[in-house]
């Protein structure tokens, strides 16, 4: 049974940082490229980041590019979203998916991802 479990959300201010941690288990883990996407209250779920199966290749949404980074720890089967210069835009529930592919192209559908997470929580006050 495949299970990712993200961490480390919470309440911070604008101008903070945060870093999320997805675990995975009960899958291959390094055939697999991992993204995250969020939802705020009341908009669609959107892309934020990807990365390829063995790290290579990573891919950001516009809004996040320069302030987050997506990294990955094949032996730990982790992947992390640090997240810098956070704003209140920024607030919204992310999820860790999870899509068999080990390829350098990262797509940024959600459909295109097979598993997923609970989500956590990130509040980001002004």
């Known amino acids: 049974q495949v299970q990712l479990v993200e961490s480390g959300g919470g309440l911070v201010q604008a101008g903070d940082s945060l870093r999320l941690a997805c675990a995975a288990s009960?899958?291959?883990?390094?055939?697999?490229?991992m993204a995250w996407f969020r939802q705020g209250d009341g908009k669609e779920r959107e892309f934020v980041a990807a990365i390829s199966w063995d790290g290579s290749t990573t891919k950001y949404a516009d809004s996040v590019k320069g302030r987050f980074t997506i990294s990955r720890d094949n032996a730990k089967n982790a992947v992390y979203l640090q997240m810098n210069s956070l704003k209140p835009e920024d607030t919204a529930v992310y999820y860790c998916?999870?899509?068999?592919?080990?390829?350098?192209?990262?797509?940024?559908?959600?459909?295109?991802?097979?598993?997923w997470g609970q989500g956590t929580q990130v509040t980001v006050s002004s």
């Open positions: 998916s999870a899509k068999f592919l080990r390829l350098d192209t990262l797509p940024t559908p959600g459909a295109a991802y097979e598993y």
């Open positions: 009960g899958l291959s883990f390094s055939s697999y490229a």
